[in-house]
């Protein structure tokens, strides 16, 4: 375990779109909202945040490999990379951290391909549904994991 008082917030594809993106589905707070609540949550715990946002998943690859340096944990909403995505998963076992899934939805309320996560098993926490207090609620669960 890392010694590192930061966390990893990774939000997958479309997440840059929140607040206007299916409001029906999604909420109508913002990517900042979530960031923001990500950095308050983990403040209260004594921990701070690096947060990443893209479309690209190399992109999401690259900075959980540098997670490996400098954080104790990753908070992941993959997007729609959660049903796609054995390279994030590998990226993710790859460097070893705690890592807490998140969906503002109820995926399994959703379509059949929803349903499947290439990363549920290999998460320590696995939110779905909580839209945005979900993110909290995992901060919180690796906070104290990581004790």
Known sequence: MSTSKRLLLVNGPNLNLLGTREPDVY???????VEALVASTAAEAGLDVRAVQS????????AIHAAREDCAGIVINPGAFTHTSIALRDALLAVG???AEVHLSNVHAREPFRHHSYVSDIASCVVVGAGVH??????????????
Request: aromatic share 6%; net charge negative; proline share 3%.
């Open 27 to 33: 909420g109508h707070d913002t990517l900042a909202d």
């Open 97 to 99: 951290l705690p890592v």
């Open 55 to 62: 479309n690209h998943e190399g992109v999401l690859i690259d």
């Open 134 to 147: 979900g993110y909290a609620f995992a901060v919180q669960q690796l906070a104290r994991q990581l004790g």
